[in-house]
T-cell receptor, first 113, second 114 residues
Framework: GNSVTQMEGPVTLSEEAFLTINCTYTATGYPSLFWYVQYPGEGLQLLLKATKADDKGSNKGFEATYRKETTSFHLEKGSVQVSDSAVYFC????????????FGQGTELSVKP | KAGVTQTPRYLIKTRGQQVTLSCSPISGHRSVSWYQQTPGQGLQFLFEYFSETQRNKGNFPGRFSGRQFSNSRSEMNVSTLELGDSALYLCASSTGQGYDGELFFGEGSRLTVL
């Protein structure tokens, strides 16, 4: 079946540190891949996406590249800020599955000043 | 434009009761999906409605049901509540067409079952 595995948290970093959150997936067919972010007390927001192999999604300094050969979609940011503290979810959707996203467990990021 | 609106935001019920949660999608969006979020199981897909028809369904018991109205607003119902139903229930909307998985989420309805 389809599944997403992401690194467990919590992850604690100092401001301006480099961030990597690992995400790997198992899917039939050719999924689209997403990173969603959930700030405290809020719903999820789409951070970035990639819909085919080798695509790079980017937004707000975050990047992730769709690697079909390693079935991965790792999230990176060169210099994190306190305001990046949130829970990050990796997710996939399979074509023709409509509004059904399969999420990883989430990784809590805490950035200290 | 207004985002996805969920009501109520918080509610407390006792075991055996039932609950109805409401979701108003972004104007023009015809697809509404529901997710359950718990610390142990994470985010799990419940079901999706598109143009008043259930289009996809997750692996939840029949106590969990939903519907969508002609104005795309959606409700989900949980009957015979169990303690394990305590969770944040998230609604998400999308255009539902030419779909690539981008969903717009509401802030959720937090259900506590005592």
């Amino acid at each position: 079946g389809n599944s997403v595995t992401q690194m467990e948290g919590p992850v604690t970093l100092s401001e301006e540190a480099f961030l990597t959150i690992n995400c790997t997936y198992t899917a039939t067919g050719y999924p689209s891949l997403f990173w969603y972010v959930q700030y405290p007390g809020e719903g999820l927001q789409l951070l970035l996406k990639a819909t085919k192999a080798d695509d790079k999604g980017s937004n707000k300094g975050f990047e992730a590249t769709y690697r079909k050969e390693t079935t991965s979609f790792h999230l990176e940011k060169g210099s994190v800020q306190v305001s990046d503290s949130a829970v990050y979810f990796c997710a996939l959707s399979v074509h023709n599955q409509g509004g059904k996203l399969i999420f990883g467990q989430g990784t809590e990021l805490s950035v200290k000043p | 434009k207004a985002g996805v609106t969920q009501t109520p935001r918080y509610l407390i019920k006792t075991r055996g009761q039932q609950v109805t949660l409401s979701c108003s999608p972004i104007s023009g969006h015809r697809s509404v999906s529901w997710y359950q979020q718990t610390p142990g199981q994470g985010l799990q897909f419940l079901f999706e409605y598109f143009s008043e028809t259930q289009r996809n369904k997750g692996n939840f018991p029949g106590r969990f049901s939903g519907r969508q109205f002609s104005n795309s607003r959606s409700e989900m119902n949980v009957s015979t509540l169990e303690l394990g139903d305590s969770a944040l229930y998230l609604c998400a909307s999308s255009t539902g067409q030419g779909y690539d998985g981008e969903l717009f989420f509401g802030e959720g309805s937090r259900l506590t079952v005592l």
